[in-house]
């Protein structure tokens, strides 16, 4: 079903997405107005990474395409993290 | 005539390309990270300093664009011609709607003398420097990205006009709208961390 060849997303599915895009986006702006320290920032990125995400499954079509598309994206991702934390590291404990 | 096609092939080699922009923005997205953790009281100060209203406006067009080319996919996935050029005009429209927001937010910022190398933000300690130099580095990347979008977007907008793109051969569309899609994600990530620090 999902792996069919063309996939046609409805424009109704891509409205609720952009609704939920726009509904994270205030979320984002509002809970700068609190004060939570570090957890600020934490909270900024777990909202971005939660839209990130939506925009790769519904408007990139990850959720549509091949596995192979998913596996792909993640192996990007997990690299990009160790290299953060790699380099972190390195900053830490020089 | 038999034609000799591979929408897969072509939409992984954009998958491809678009993992070397991840990595040249996560390398961005690093330094950024490092001077943060260095500087923390000076990047909260200096973000504070952007336009958060202006910020927030541009993300909003930015993933309302977004939608306008899934749309478009959609729609010349059911035949509809003409429904997509209106999408695909829309979506020219609001990219360059966010450049001249950019243009207005980069010139006080110019006025003010905080652009890399101005003579007032010089006078500011490193951290500002670091900030600032970030910000116009990846912002205007990011707004690069965007001019090529542009560009591609009506390159597209004209191949479906002229029926070189069409119901059954719009891999051009699914392509030009992931690069679109990757800038929109791009931007999901500059937005909170230079327009939101707390």
């Known amino acids: ?94 | 005539m038999i034609e000799h096609r591979d929408d897969l092939g072509a939409k992984m080699g954009m998958w491809l390309f678009i993992f070397t922009e991840l990595l040249l923005f996560g390398m961005l997205f690093l330094v950024y990270a490092v001077y943060r953790s260095m500087h923390p009281e000076a990047f909260k100060l200096a973000g504070e300093e952007l336009d958060v209203a202006l910020g927030t406006l541009n993300t909003v067009i930015l993933l309302i664009s977004s939608m306008t080319v899934a749309m478009s996919i959609s729609a010349i996935q059911k035949g509809n011609k003409n429904l997509a050029l209106a999408l695909l005009g829309v979506t020219i429209f609001i990219a360059v709607v966010f450049l001249v927001n950019k243009y207005f937010e980069w010139g006080v910022k110019f006025e003010y003398g905080f652009q890399p190398g101005g003579a007032e933000l010089l006078e500011l300690g490193q951290g500002t420097i670091l900030f600032f130099g970030l910000y116009f580095i990846m912002t205007g990347i990011h707004a690069l990205h965007i001019l090529i979008g542009i560009g591609l977007f009506i390159y597209v907008y004209w191949q479906v006009k002229i029926d070189k793109i069409h119901q059954t051969d719009y891999v051009w569309l699914e392509n030009t709208g992931l690069y679109w899609h990757l800038v929109d994600l791009i931007w999901i990530f500059l937005f909170p961390l230079f327009y939101l620090i707390h």
């Open chain 1, 1 to 94: 079903m999902s792996e069919e060849k063309h996939h046609i997303v409805s424009y109704k599915t891509h409205f609720f997405v952009l609704v939920a895009l726009l509904i994270l986006t205030t979320t984002s702006v509002l809970i700068t107005r609190l004060e939570m320290g570090p957890l600020n920032t934490a909270a900024a990125m777990l909202i971005a990474g939660t839209k990130a995400a939506i925009v790769l499954a519904w408007f990139m079509h990850l959720k549509f395409e091949s596995r192979l598309f998913l596996l792909m994206v993640s192996a990007v991702i997990v690299l990009f993290i160790l290299v953060i934390i790699v380099t972190f590291f390195d900053y830490s404990y020089r």
